[in-house]
């Protein structure tokens, strides 16, 4: 009877190494998925100064102010489509949508309303990113120079 039972704990042993073994690896593969999301999650445009002239409390006068602000250094450059940039960068260099996004986004934020960007695919080789900006039951689309707003 005794050999049965060291046998049994053999098994049952090996069994629950077997499972930690297991559970520590997808525990290690989940991480390291995570680790590589955030390198791919970079923010485009850094070290944004926030335009106080365009702090109101209107969200329509907020998000056209931003619009206008913007318009002054617009610069569509696909060349720089990969870059992180700076703000005084973007202003100098130009960038793409998804940098505007981002300081639309970032500039947003820092006046007091809630805004993301939104990464949409156009075609198979084609992405496009715009900025949400809302406050209560108003939200605004904000795509490089257009602006639109929704109640």
């Known amino acids: 009877m005794e050999t049965k039972e060291r046998i049994l704990f053999v098994i049952v ?20 998925v ?3 999301k955030a390198k791919e999650i970079k923010p485009f445009v850094t070290e944004i100064k926030i335009e ?6 209107n ?7 931003l619009r206008y602000k913007l318009a002054e250094f617009y610069n569509y450059n696909l060349s720089n489509a990969n870059a992180q ?3 005084e960068q973007l202003k100098k ?11 639309y ?19 198979e080789n084609t992405n496009h990113e715009i900025a949400l900006v809302s406050k209560g039951n108003v939200y605004c689309r904000l795509d490089q120079l257009d602006v639109e707003c929704y109640e």
């Open 13 to 32: 042993f090996g069994i629950l190494a077997f499972l930690c073994i297991v559970y520590i690896g997808i525990i290690d593969t989940q991480e390291k």
């Open 93 to 103: 260099e130009g960038g793409v949508c998804w940098h505007y996004a981002e300081w």
């Open 59 to 65: 969200i329509y006068d907020a998000v056209y102010c």
């Open 105 to 123: 986004a970032t500039q947003a934020r820092g006046l007091g309303f809630y805004a993301t960007t939104i990464k949409m695919q156009v075609d």
């Open 52 to 57: 106080s002239s365009c702090r109101v409390i």
């Open 34 to 36: 995570k680790e590589e």
């Open 85 to 87: 940039l700076t703000e």
